[in-house]
């Protein structure tokens, strides 16, 4: 977890953080709750995501259900890309913001 940013002042550097870790938390549009379901033995729903842009949590809401698998896959060799044109995805929708 990040502590501080350097090249602010201590409380700047607290202000933005704990500003960016609210909204981590707290903002519907960039969490996705995933429901899991079995199907039958042996079988049942997966998912993927990307960590280059996504952050894994688990919410333990599902002590006693079904049991659950979890194995992590990770790229070597793969270069970071970003591109400074690309849309956000409020843009990409055509939500108008309010800043």
Known sequence: MTKRII???PVESDLILNYLFD???KNADIQVRFNWKPTKPGYGTSAIWDNRSTQHRTV???EGKQPRHGTRVTSLAEVP???PESKSQREAQGIKSDY
């Open 60 to 62: 333990w809401d599902h």
């Open 7 to 9: 090249g602010l002042t």
């Open 81 to 83: 890309y970003f591109d």
């Open 23 to 25: 909204v981590y938390e």
